[in-house]
């Protein structure tokens, strides 16, 4: 449970810190937005192991030392430009973090539940296949060079902890990657995709500037 709210604490300051701020004055009103990038890039989604396995939420960020710092997107009506005070930026740098947490959430916003639920086991996790690509408008082209860095998973303690011999035990899961990004143009999005043992799409979730 530390680790979730450490995580879910991390990506609300970055969510209010991501937000788009609106330039020029209202009078006259310019046409031009800034999204800034201060602590990285978030990924967020859900996902569900198909043929009744567990469903999870999926929580992302690409952070590179202090390469987001500062960094910002000015759209305007001459076009898209990054920018880091005047400096122009135009690539990614040469390698880049991802940290990813994995955690259980119900399949069903129902009350009902008809059948036992399962969840992130050593066992599912193990067998996923993570599969990275560069995405450019509509072309893909895989990532060569991701490294796994670090993995660590954290058993949550049930809220009847009287009970905690009984119930199957969860685990809320870290992941750490290396991701080279050398040559890469800030106008591509990094895209990570989890697979099923049989093929399935277990979860899809990018991230972009």
């Known amino acids: 449970m530390l680790l979730r709210s450490l995580i879910r604490l991390c990506f609300i300051g970055l969510l209010l810190v991501a937000g788009p701020v609106r330039a020029g004055s209202p009078d006259p009103p310019r046409d031009k937005t800034v999204w800034n990038y201060d602590g990285g890039l978030l990924m967020v989604t859900d996902g569900a192991v ?3 396995g567990p469903c999870f939420h999926l929580f992302g960020r690409l952070t590179a030392n202090e390469f987001f710092t500062n960094l910002r997107r000015v759209d305007s009506a001459s076009g898209t430009l990054y920018k880091r005070g005047n400096d122009i930026i135009t ?3 040469e390698v880049m ?3 990813i947490v994995l955690f259980d959430r ?3 916003d129902g009350l009902e539940v008809t059948e036992s639920p399962m969840y992130l086991s050593k066992a599912v996790v ?3 296949h993570l599969g990275f690509s560069w995405k450019h408008g509509m072309a893909m082209r895989p990532v060569h060079g991701v490294s796994l860095k670090h993995a660590e998973a954290q058993l949550v303690s049930p809220y009847a902890e009287q009970l905690v011999e009984q119930l199957p035990k969860k685990y809320e899961w870290l992941f750490e990657f290396n991701v080279p990004g050398k040559g890469i143009p800030l106008t591509d999005s990094l895209v990570l995709v989890i697979y099923s043992p049989d093929g399935h799409i277990v979860a899809r979730v990018a991230a972009r500037l």
């Open 106 to 108: 119900p399949c069903s």
């Open 97 to 99: 973090r991802l940290t």
């Open 126 to 128: 193990g067998s996923f």
């Open 50 to 52: 198909p043929n009744g």
């Open 91 to 93: 690539e990614f740098p």
